[in-house]
Every structure is written in C-alpha cells, then in structure tokens.
C-alpha cells in the first residue's frame, strides 16, 4: 500500500498535554490523529478560510496519527506502533524476554514482518532491540530525548510571591529526528495548513517558541498482506456506531485499548472551557474488517453550555486501516 507522507521536523522542543490538561510533568511520544485534524480546521479558520471546514465535519481527507522517524545513512527511518498481537518468534529466546515486553515502536523492516506473521529470531537480533524501539538499523536514544523544564504557576489572585508554585514540564527534544503521518491523498488545502503550522507549532508553550517544526513531504510504500480478515488502525478511530463494534470486534484475535479524548477549547472568546470528552481506541489495534477507511469522522465536542449557534468542535475518529495476519488468520 502507497501513501502520502508528511515529515514534520522539530527543531524546537515538543510537549504534548498527556491525560488531564493540568498534568505537565509527562508528555505523550507522539502526535495524535484528532490533534492534526483539529489543529488544521484551526488553522484554516485563523487565516480566513473558515468555508474549507466542511459543514458536516468530515475532511476530504484521512490522516494517521505521527510517529518518530530518525535519519540515518542518509535515509528516513519509520517507526510505527507495535501491533496488539504477538511476536511470532522463532523460539523463546528467555534472556530477552523482558526487553520485548518494552518495545512499543517497530522500524518498518519489523513492522512489515508483524503485520506479515514472519517470524522474528530475537536471539540472533538480540541487537535490534533499543529500548522501546525494535530497529535493524537506528538507534533511536541519539536521536530522540526527553528532559524536564521549570516552571512556575503564578496566582492571577494574589500578588503574595509565596502564592507561586514551581513546576516541571516534560519535553521531547529532536536530533535530526521528528514525527511523520500517512495521509490517503495529496491535499493542497491540508499542506497550506502545514505549512502555517511549522510557525505556530504543535503542542504546548508554542507562545515561547515550542513546537516549530520544518515541514517536507514523500511517499511510503508499507508491505501488506493478502488473503487475511483483519486490520490494524495506524489513526485514533471511533466506530460510527455500536453494531459496526460488536461486528468488528467479534474476532478471536481482535485487541484493543482505549484512551479519552478531550481538553480545553483554544478558539478566541471561548478559552478556558472545557469541551466534552470522547473515548476513542488507540493506535494499533487489531479489528475484524478490511476497509483502508473506516470510523466517525464528525465528533461534535462542543460542550452543552454553549450556546447551539456556537461553532461545532469537531474530533475525528476516522482513522487509516492496513491488513495485519494474525495467529489464526
């Protein structure tokens, strides 16, 4: 299967808000397909194209969710989420047991293999196992760093110094390194958007210069296989409904997780409010179908004390879906 890519290379350094909006000292590793969308409809509406958000608030377009990539031997190296299923190992290899229990990224080599049900000799690739990265060649650790900032809370309410409270932010700092994502076809409208992004940044603390990233652009091919029921998300997805879940998860090899969606609204007159939350399944999971595009792409986040003639907030769950063998496939 062929996509489109976009690389987004940061040279600055990245927080992502991880489960309450209030919780800085731990970032998230990667970039959530909900936020890309959400941040482009933003960014159309910021410079005057509000009329290229659709109506119904379904893009034109699917994305996945932006994962690390390192440059390495004059080549982008791809990473993607490790699959919920098992490794299909050529033997149990005990002494490295734990460390695959760790990893949470696969280079594309071991990916296609995963997805592919090729069998992995761990033991005579002991090597390739870097951390929470399963690599043939990168090492991620050079390349991709985390480390905490201080900051401090002042009270808006109080002008005593000892009302300040300290605090650290976690950061993800890149070194000829970024994020990349997969979309299903060439879009001007979402590269103009991109293209403002690289200054406005992604993230938190963008006002002081987090964030920015350089942005470029390719193709990937990723080797799929054939003849098999069963998919895996590489988005955030949201079925568009209870029947489609039960059907496409009524599989014995189906795997899934969930994580809740949500945060504070960042449009111009309405910050500070909460918007509603939605709980979505996570990347990587495997489900009964084989449809490339599937999910609810219109989630209308716009919390009930608004007023109805308020803009809709839109989160989508449509994610991008590519075959994956499994045990019994």
Same mark, same amino acid.
């Given at each position: @299967?062929?996509?489109?890519?976009?690389?987004?290379?940061?040279?600055?350094?990245?927080?992502?808000?991880?489960?309450?909006?209030?919780?800085?000292?731990?970032?998230?590793?990667?970039?959530?397909?909900?936020?890309?969308?959400?941040?482009?409809?933003?960014?159309?509406?910021?410079?005057?194209?509000?009329?290229? &958000?659709?109506?119904?608030?379904?893009?034109?377009?699917?994305?996945?969710?932006?994962?690390?990539?390192?440059?390495?031997?004059?080549?982008?190296?791809?990473?993607?989420?490790?699959?919920?299923?098992?490794?299909?190992? /050529?033997?149990?290899?005990?002494?490295?047991?734990?460390? &695959?229990?760790?990893? @949470?990224?696969?280079?594309?080599?071991?990916?296609?293999?995963?997805?592919?049900?090729?069998?992995?000799?761990?033991?005579?690739?002991?090597?390739?196992?870097?951390?929470?990265?399963?690599?043939?060649?990168?090492?991620?650790?050079?390349?991709?760093?985390?480390?905490?900032?201080?900051?401090?809370?002042?009270?808006?309410?109080?002008? #005593?110094?000892?009302?300040?409270?300290?605090?650290?932010?976690?950061?993800?700092?890149?070194?000829?390194?970024?994020?990349?994502?997969? /979309? #299903?076809?060439?879009?001007?409208?979402? =590269?103009?958007?991109?293209?403002?992004?690289?200054?406005?940044?992604?993230?938190?603390?963008?006002?002081?210069? +987090?964030?920015?990233?350089?942005?470029?652009?390719? +193709? &990937?091919?990723?080797?799929?296989?054939?003849?098999? =029921?069963?998919?895996? +998300?590489?988005?955030?997805?949201?079925?568009?409904?209870?029947?489609?879940?039960?059907?496409?998860? #009524?599989?014995?090899?189906?795997?899934? #997780?969930?994580?809740?969606?949500?945060?504070?609204? /960042?449009?111009?007159?309405? @910050?500070?409010?909460?918007?509603?939350?939605?709980? @979505?399944?996570?990347?990587?999971?495997?489900?009964?179908?084989?449809?490339?595009?599937?999910?609810?792409?219109?989630? +209308?986040?716009?919390?009930?004390?608004?007023?109805?003639?308020?803009?809709?907030?839109?989160?989508?769950?449509?994610?991008?879906?590519?075959? &994956?063998?499994?045990?019994?496939?």
């Amino acid at each position: @299967m062929q996509f489109k890519v976009y690389y987004l290379k940061f040279n600055a350094p990245l927080h992502l808000g991880n489960r309450r909006p209030d919780t800085y000292d731990v970032t998230e590793n990667y970039l959530r397909s909900d936020t890309i969308i959400a941040a482009v409809y933003d960014t159309w509406a910021k410079i005057g194209k509000a009329d290229w &958000i659709p109506n119904d608030g379904i893009p034109a377009f699917t994305v996945s969710s932006a994962y690390p990539y390192v440059e390495h031997g004059g080549k982008k190296v791809h990473f993607f989420p490790r699959p919920k299923i098992r490794f299909n190992q /050529t033997k149990e290899f005990d002494q490295a047991r734990k460390a &695959i229990k760790k990893v @949470m990224w696969l280079d594309q080599f071991y990916f296609e293999k995963v997805i592919n049900q090729e069998s992995i000799d761990f033991e005579s690739g002991r090597t390739h196992l870097k951390g929470s990265y399963l690599s043939k060649d990168a090492d991620p650790a050079g390349h991709i760093t985390k480390d905490g900032r201080q900051r401090v809370e002042i009270s808006r309410r109080s002008i #005593d110094p000892k009302d300040s409270r300290p605090f650290y932010m976690e950061f993800i700092f890149f070194q000829n390194a970024g994020l990349f994502f997969l /979309t #299903d076809q060439k879009d001007e409208r979402l =590269k103009k958007a991109l293209e403002i992004l690289q200054y406005e940044g992604f993230g938190t603390d963008r006002t002081v210069g +987090n964030g920015f990233f350089t942005l470029e652009e390719g +193709n &990937i091919d990723i080797r799929v296989p054939e003849g098999t =029921k069963t998919s895996t +998300n590489l988005s955030l997805y949201t079925p568009k409904d209870s029947d489609d879940f039960r059907k496409y998860s #009524d599989h014995q090899d189906a795997a899934y #997780d969930t994580i809740k969606r949500g945060g504070w609204i /960042t449009s111009i007159g309405l @910050m500070g409010i909460e918007k509603k939350s939605v709980r @979505m399944f996570t990347e990587g999971s495997v489900w009964c179908h084989l449809e490339a595009i599937n999910g609810k792409a219109n989630i +209308n986040l716009r919390p009930s004390i608004l007023e109805s003639d308020t803009h809709p907030i839109w989160r989508s769950g449509r994610s991008l879906f590519i075959p &994956i063998k499994t045990s019994s496939s």
